[in-house]
């Protein structure tokens, strides 16, 4: 079982930038697709980026050009780069293999606000 333990979120204006972390626990953390993952109030969890073991991407096309994901694996770690944030990148933000392996850390918020 591996845990993740995400970070990063904060309050942001419009325009603004964000860089998430996402902590792995476990030796494994490098065989396995990366996803990052967001959940807005009243919608459904939804997949915005990805990070295969080899480091090929992809992004929902909502976020593609204003994220980046990238990964660490000495350091067990995930990362997703915001940049150019609107309103409607508000949501809880999750790590978690993909396809979805292991329960769900607790999150992060990121909330775009003027």
């Known amino acids: 079982q591996v845990q993740f333990v995400e970070s990063g979120g904060g309050l942001v204006q419009p325009g603004g930038s964000l860089r998430l972390s996402c902590g792995a626990s476990g030796s494994m953390f490098s065989i396995y697709t990366m996803g990052w993952y967001r959940q807005a109030p009243g919608k459904q969890r939804e997949l915005v980026a990805l990070i295969t073991s080899g480091y090929s991407t992809n992004y929902a096309d909502s976020v593609k050009g204003r994220f980046t994901i990238s990964r660490d694996n000495a350091k067990n770690t995930a990362y997703l780069q915001m940049k150019g944030l609107k309103p409607e990148d508000t949501a809880v933000y999750y790590c978690?293999?993909?396809?979805?392996?292991?329960?769900w850390g607790q999150g992060t918020q990121v909330t775009v606000s003027s």
């Open positions: 978690n293999a993909e396809p979805i392996l292991f329960d």
